[in-house]
């Protein structure tokens, strides 16, 4: 077989731009397939009147409202959770808020240390070098010295500002004696490379338009074009191909057009997120599915259930304006105490409330009729005058919540994927617990109104576990770094792979973990067996 | 959600939107944002005039929808009936509400009196945050020290 690349990619998020990277570097000829498109900033119109009507159409962060190019049907009928994503070159990246967390070291041992979950084959203190590097390709903004963290480098930037908003909740924290520290944001606070410094729009959920967030599109995959590496996009993968050994050989994709295209590769990586890759996994050969001899493949789906706390207050703190990103957040009360009812934690971040209509067509601004003659009353009140606590928690993992094909195929005929998913009591028990401490900040703070939202079923931003990792092949479907037990040149490096879901912000993880996984690859390439 | 399959060529607003159908806007409009609390109403701010036509501009997927809503509310609806729609024609109140409310707050007269100026950017200043540090804001906080746990399996010197 002649390969037209060392190694094929699918899927153009942080993931796949990590491996990406680091395979040129090693002189690995890339091609890496994107079912969606670059991200048009045409559209990303901060500033501008119409931002606001523009976003929701066009950086909608759930794909089926979206319905743009790449994007799949994602039944989620069967689940409390709606799955978010962003499916295009930069992935999920291009809608984060770039809030960068690592994963505690407890997070790795929840077996060990709560007898819940599964530990990680690896640890904190494993990941931590790659946590550092992928802190600099990020252009990660912060401060050294967080003491709900082990000790380590400082970021590259240093973090962005408290603003009134940051610092009245730093205030509230310190008369509560309970932890916070300024946030760590993928956000440049200073020009930094292909990155300009972050001018407060609040909009980086909706494409930043100022090139402030550090979204793979711009960090990574820009740079790395004309470097050894081919970036196709609008090219859906429907299935992985394997020889008559069981060696990936390759894959087969559609174009824009429906056309099925083959193309061969030496070694196939996935980082399709974690429905995207069970998706693929499922319909090889020809339907049969590949690497699921464990019976794991789609099983363990986790969500990271999100809630908030808002609160309004008399004062007008500009809270349309500041980094979206995270002013600060806390792990007070992140690490298990059975006498609250339940196991693991959750992780906590004050971030401004943004822009009117995000405030006012909503379900999570309470329940007081926003038509007629309160309509102008409440958005005086609200805009730049309240605040966001996000509280997400740790979702353990449950062999029943997973992803499965659905016989509503794509407009090029790939089947798409139905959720069923239901949010464990353990969960319940924990936001409401958490929501309750937040709703104590708040008053301490000063609000005069708060509404509070425990598990917003609209929000499923981080999806994991799909594809666990594991050493033994009954129970996992890759190994510890990412090769699957069943197709030893089939490897998935995305969050499909995480044994446990952390209560943080996933990407930082997400990137760690890819690096540290492609450079293993790179190392075990000359011993690799590939298809015949 | 769904079983939608993806849409590939955005809907244009080819329907045109006649001077009755403003009229019925006006009317509709006032009655979802009547002036209050130092703002103008949204009949006074114009959603049925020229910032309709940005609005129209900006998304012209929600047209149709929204003329579908003016046809079903009649000549003089109340805003009850108005929020029916949201049960008996949930896609053509959610087009109607956002045209009223999105050409709302594009609107100077509205976005003045609320100080709310988003064009004007400012760029971050990395010595707020440190300028709070070394006022002490952070104190206690190290203070108090470390607060993760440390696994039994943590390699020497990490607290194992």
């Given amino acids: 077989m002649h390969a037209a690349c060392d190694v094929l990619i699918v899927g153009a998020g942080p993931s796949g731009a990590v491996a990406a990277q680091e395979f040129a570097r090693s002189g690995m000829r890339v091609i890496c397939l994107e079912q969606g498109d670059w991200p048009d900033y045409s559209r990303a119109r901060h500033g501008h009147p119409d931002y606001e009507l523009v976003s929701r159409k066009h950086w909608a962060w759930n794909p089926n409202d979206r319905r743009g190019v790449g994007d799949y049907a994602v039944d989620d009928t069967e689940s409390d959770i709606s799955a978010l994503m962003y499916n295009g070159v930069g992935g999920s990246t291009v809608l984060y808020a770039a809030q960068w967390e690592r994963f505690q070291p407890s997070d790795f041992r929840t077996h060990t240390l709560d007898g819940v979950g599964d530990d990680w084959p690896f640890d904190y203190w494993d990941l931590e070098p790659y946590y550092e590097e992928v802190e600099r390709q990020f252009a990660v903004s912060g401060l050294a010295g967080d003491p709900a963290l082990p000790p380590a480098k400082a970021p590259p930037l240093p973090p962005v500002p408290l603003n009134k908003v940051g610092r009245r909740g730093a205030e509230a924290l310190n008369r509560l004696g309970w932890h916070w520290w300024p946030g760590t944001n993928a956000i440049a606070t200073a020009d930094y490379g292909p990155l300009r410094a972050c001018d407060q729009r609040a909009a980086c959920p909706f494409g930043c338009p100022t090139g402030a967030k550090a979204s793979v599109d711009r960090t990574h995959w820009r740079p790395l074009l004309g470097k050894g590496v081919r970036l196709v996009v609008r090219a859906s993968v429907e299935q992985v191909l394997l020889d008559e050994r069981g060696r990936a050989g390759g894959v087969v994709y559609a174009d824009e057009n429906g056309v099925r295209h083959r193309i061969e590769a030496g070694v196939v990586v996935l980082c399709a997120n974690a429905l995207g890759t069970p998706r693929i996994l499922f319909n090889s050969a020809d339907g049969s599915g590949i690497a699921n001899s464990s019976g794991m493949v789609g099983r363990r789906l986790m969500t990271h259930p999100f809630g908030n706390a808002i609160g309004i207050f008399d004062e007008d703190l500009e809270s349309w304006r500041g980094p979206i990103g995270q002013y600060l957040h806390s792990l007070q009360f992140y690490e298990t105490d059975r006498s609250r009812g339940f196991v693991r934690g959750a992780k906590w971040n004050l971030i401004p409330s943004g822009a009117p209509l995000s405030m006012m067509l909503t379900t999570t601004w309470g329940d007081e009729p926003i038509w007629g003659e309160s309509f102008t009353r409440l958005l005086r009140e609200r805009l730049g005058r309240s605040v966001i606590w996000g509280v997400i928690c740790e979702d353990l993992p449950d062999p029943d919540n997973r992803v499965t094909l659905n016989d509503r195929p794509d407009e090029h005929g790939i089947p798409g994927v139905s959720l069923h998913y239901r949010v464990s009591d353990n969960t319940r028990a924990m936001m409401h617990w958490h929501i309750d401490r937040v709703s104590e900040v708040l008053d301490v703070m000063g609000a005069k109104q708060k509404i509070l939202n425990p598990i917003i079923p609209g929000i499923g931003w981080h999806l994991m576990g799909t594809a666990v990792m594991g050493r033994d092949p009954d129970s996992s479907v890759v190994a510890p770094d990412g090769q699957c037990h069943d197709v030893p040149n089939l490897y998935v490096f995305d969050s499909s792979i995480f044994p446990t879901s952390s209560g943080t912000n996933p990407v930082a993880t997400i990137a760690a973990n890819a690096l540290r996984c492609a450079r293993s690859l790179v190392a075990r390439r000359r011993e690799l067996e590939v298809a015949s | ?160």
Avoid: F, W
């Fill in chain 2, 1 to 160: 959600m769904t079983g939608q399959d993806p849409i590939r060529i955005e809907a244009r607003a080819e329907v045109e939107i006649t001077a009755d159908a403003r009229d019925r806007l006006a009317r509709v409009a006032d009655l979802l944002i009547p002036a209050g609390a130092g703002l103008p109403s949204a009949r006074a701010a114009g959603v049925h005039k020229g910032l309709l036509d940005q609005v129209a501009r900006a998304r012209p997927d929600l047209v149709p929808p929204l003329l579908d809503a003016l046809a079903a509310l009649g000549d003089a609806p109340g805003l009850a009936l108005v929020e029916g729609l949201a049960t008996t024609a949930p896609d053509a109140y959610a087009a109607l509400t956002l045209v009223v409310a999105g050409g709302y707050v594009m609107s100077p007269q509205v976005t003045e009196p609320l100080r709310y100026t988003p064009n004007e950017t400012e760029i971050v200043d990395p010595r707020d945050t440190l300028n709070a540090v070394a006022e002490g804001l952070l104190d206690q906080v190290r203070a108090r020290g470390p607060i993760y746990r440390v696994p039994p399996d943590a390699p020497p010197g990490h607290g194992s």
